[in-house]
């Protein structure tokens, strides 16, 4: 994993272990959401692990998506 996380310019800052044995979190500081993206799908369609990736924000990129509009109507509404 340590050498696909470094091929995509990627570097995992750190790793845990979950206390029920099958999970493990890994914090990977990424250029981009679309390296995550190739990462994800490349280790994912080996069959041998199961990925679920969450994208963390900067208060700064936050902080930017705050002042977006986007148009949006609940189905139903």
Do not use: H, W
């Amino acid at each position: 994993m340590q050498a696909a996380i470094q091929s995509m310019k990627a570097k995992m800052e750190c790793l845990y272990f979950g206390a029920n044995g099958s999970d493990i979190v890994m914090l990977v500081d990424a250029p981009d959401n679309i390296s995550v993206a190739s990462l994800t799908v490349t280790v994912m369609s080996t069959g041998a692990v199961d990925l679920m990736v969450t994208s963390l924000l900067t208060v700064e990129e936050m902080d930017a998506a705050l002042t977006m509009s986007p148009k949006y109507r609940a189905p139903g509404n």
